[in-house]
């Protein structure tokens, strides 16, 4: 698919601080995303359910439609979709107070995260050997950065397919070009292609996975 056809929407939600301009945009989206605001406890998780709702009405407003008058379902996985509009493809994610979302003429997946400290541990335990291997023999902020480049990729292959942790880490193994871009993964699910587009916004690093027509 062209890339031109995939499009990404980004939103700071520490905009959304000014109490009155956050029950406007409260009041504007759909009383399904209301109680998903609700249901959290603390104020900056409130914002970021606010701002990946915000963006998913932002994107669907370039097909004529509002988030507060679409319907929305979950697949048997729990990935969201518009049984109404099976032409139309997105994925929400956030990470501190940025949130993400991306539209698709395909099944698409997404996940930002903001870079911190890499977890050794965990890429060991769940990454395939080659992907540790590669982000242990870095040091510092370039360890840090690679960690989450492939946590992203993963977490959005993952979406993409659907199928949510039901699919192990360690059963797709990205591959890295000499510039350090992604250009294989190599994966047993389904016969598909998918292509996958890198993004950085200042200590955030976000991907995209869309599945190929």
Not at 89 to 97: A, F, I, Q, V
Request: glycine content about 6%; some cysteine.
């Amino acid at each position: 698919m062209d890339s031109k056809k995939m499009k990404l929407y980004t939103m700071d939600t520490e905009e959304l601080s000014d109490a009155a301009y956050f029950k406007k945009c409260y009041e504007s989206l759909s009383a399904g995303r209301q109680k998903k605001i609700d249901s959290y406890r603390f104020q900056a998780d409130k914002k970021l359910s606010m701002g990946a709702g915000l963006l998913l009405d932002r994107g669907l407003a370039e097909y004529g439609l509002r988030e507060a008058e679409v319907k929305i379902a979950q697949r048997e996985n729990g990935k969201p979709y518009l049984p109404d509009y099976p032409q139309i493809h997105y994925n929400l994610s956030h990470s501190g107070s940025m949130a993400l979302a991306v539209f698709a003429e395909t099944e698409v997946g997404c996940d930002i995260e903001q870079i911190q400290a890499a977890n050794l541990k965990l890429a060991k335990r769940f990454f395939c050997p080659r992907e540790y291997a590669y982000i242990a023999e870095l040091e510092g902020e370039c360890q840090d950065y690679a960690f989450y480049r492939f946590w992203t990729l993963k977490e959005s292959f993952l979406k993409a397919t659907g199928m949510g942790m039901k699919l192990p880490l360690d059963s797709f193994e990205f591959g890295l070009s000499a510039a350090e871009r992604v250009i294989t993964v190599q994966q047993s699910y389904d016969r598909r292609q998918y292509e996958f587009t890198e993004y950085d916004f200042g200590r955030y690093h976000a991907a995209v996975c869309v599945q190929m027509k």
